[in-house]
């Protein structure tokens, strides 16, 4: 048998590929799709080859999405702690920051209290953002990355089935 036969009946196929990349002609293929198993190794046979390149490079694009949300959640939080005005000087006079810490000190009896929002900003713009902190801000970046790529691939497949 060729490389392009049908492995069922062996006539010469237009290349589509079950997910388990046994090959099959059209006609073979709806027929495999209509029972759901490949005939050759009983794994589903409802993907075809494009559907199996388009679930890889649509891993890849998750993948990618999760990446670029990490990073940049990383590389923005201690901008966006200094645009605030938790500085590694203190808290900026006339900042969001300092309206916090004033609310938060009128809430707590004239004091910051340890622990809370306020302190953890604080100390985060004074000394850096610990290892853990990093970590939680990729997890988060991560996650929002793959819901933001997720958006996507939904509106794009809707549209593309509004097209067929």
């Not at 006339?94 to 910051?112: H, K, L, Y």
């Not at 985060?124 to 801000?137: K, M, P, R, V, Y």
């Amino acid at each position: 048998m060729a490389y392009r036969d049908c492995q069922l009946c062996a006539r010469l196929s237009d290349h589509c590929y079950t997910f388990c990349s046994h090959h099959f002609c059209e006609s073979c293929l709806r027929a495999i799709h209509r029972n759901g198993k490949c005939p050759i190794c009983g794994l589903s046979a409802k993907s075809s080859g494009k559907d199996t390149v388009d679930e890889i490079l649509k891993g890849l694009g998750y993948g990618l999405a999760a990446i670029a949300g990490a990073v940049g959640f990383v590389v923005a939080a201690p901008v966006v702690l200094r645009a605030v005005g938790f500085t590694s000087a203190g808290i900026a006079a006339g900042s969001m920051a300092a309206g916090m810490m004033s609310s938060a000190a009128i809430a707590n009896g004239g004091a910051v209290a340890a622990g809370s929002v306020v302190a953890v900003l604080q100390s985060a713009g004074a000394a850096g953002i610990g290892a853990a902190a990093t970590a939680g801000l990729a997890g988060a970046g991560a996650a929002v990355g793959v819901g933001v790529a997720k958006v996507i691939d939904t509106v794009t497949e809707e549209e593309d089935d509004k097209n067929e």
